[in-house]
Nanobody, 118 residues
């Protein structure tokens, strides 16, 4: 499975961006999908996740500002980011997993850069 993320860019503080991530390849049924981010000099951290049924989960930094959603028919996950802050700057990665037989396989996208100017 390949994950292709897009939608990053340069935005002013307070602005919005919508990230997309499309899964392709040998897909049986994508289980949970997630967005992570990695700021310069920091460890990668999860931002939000969503179950196959559409139940979202947000880390504290994303609550109230970000919305994760998915379109199972398109094998796509989205991250709507509003009220962006300089500290949201980083590379955003999508992540997904699916059961392949008895093994839970995990996949990562290549990342998309988000830069928020203050």
């Amino acid at each position: 499975v390949q994950l292709q993320a897009s939608g990053g860019g340069l935005v002013q503080g307070g602005g919005s961006l919508r990230l997309s991530c499309v899964a392709s390849g040998t897909i049986f049924r994508i289980n949970r999908m997630r967005w992570y981010r990695q700021a310069p000099g920091k460890a990668r951290e999860m931002v939000a996740s969503i179950t196959m049924g559409g139940d979202p989960y947000y880390e504290d930094a994303a609550k109230g500002r970000f919305t994760i959603s998915r379109d199972n028919a398109k094998n796509t996950v989205y991250l709507q980011m509003n009220s962006l802050k300089a500290e949201d700057t980083g590379v955003y990665y999508c992540n997904a997993d699916q059961w392949v037989g008895s093994r839970l396989a995990e996949y990562w996208g290549q990342g998309t850069q988000v830069t928020v100017s203050s």
